[in-house]
């Protein structure tokens, strides 16, 4: 049976994706191109930014949540350490990328991927999840993640929607209106589309932009 899909799904497949796109960056990055690797630090800086609201929303709704629909203390402890470990491979990543970003040196870029790769290894929380995605309980903890202030709900759809696949897109559609994601996206998530967005397009072989 295949598993519901929730915005929490959404936003683990968004973590995934910009992992996958530092990694493949850092692999295609020349020595000693620092604008390249400021840009790739301005990335990750927005995804820990992303990931770090994310498990902060988790640890304030979904583990009551969790606890309220009967899982075990131990378990909920067990997720709570992940979440722990998350945390200090965010810190350690995000230390040697500021190296990175200072030398545009291949031997801090490979010190960054293999950093990178030890933040994927990371646990994720939705097995735990997925028993009660249909419930009354996660309804009511996805409508207290959704109440966001527009100055992190904007950038947050920006990302979120940046390259997005269609499966993830047609869920989208049906969670939040396509006209309040487009207005929050591109007014309040204008940052990002500025800033972060141009380097996945830069990867891509589009150029690096200017200005």
Not at 162 to 184: N, S, Y
Not at 191 to 199: I, K
């Amino acid at each position: 049976m295949t598993a519901p899909m929730t915005m929490n799904r959404l936003i683990h497949a968004a973590v995934r994706r910009d992992l996958d796109r530092l990694t493949s960056a850092l692999d295609d990055v020349a020595d000693g191109d620092r604008d390249r690797a400021a840009e790739l630090e301005r990335a990750f800086a927005n995804l820990r930014r992303e990931l770090t609201h994310h498990h902060e929303g988790e640890d304030i709704h979904i583990w009551p949540m969790l606890a309220g629909v009967g899982v075990s203390s131990d378990l909920l402890g067990a997720m709570e350490a992940e979440h722990h470990a998350m945390a200090d491979a965010l810190t350690e990543t995000d230390g040697v990328m500021s190296s990175f970003a200072a030398s545009g040196s291949a031997a801090d870029a490979a010190a960054a991927r293999s950093s990178m790769a030890r933040t994927q290894a990371v646990v994720d929380l939705e097995p735990q999840l997925l028993p009660h995605a249909e419930s009354p309980a996660w309804k009511s903890v996805e409508k207290e993640l959704s109440r966001q202030p527009l100055g992190v709900a904007g950038p947050f759809f920006a990302w979120l929607t940046d390259g997005m696949t269609a499966e993830h897109q047609a869920f989208l559609r049906r969670t939040v209106p396509t006209p309040v994601v487009f207005v929050l996206a591109r007014v309040f998530g204008r940052r990002y589309t500025r800033e972060v967005a141009p380097v996945w397009r830069t990867a891509a072989g589009a150029g690096r932009p200017r200005g």
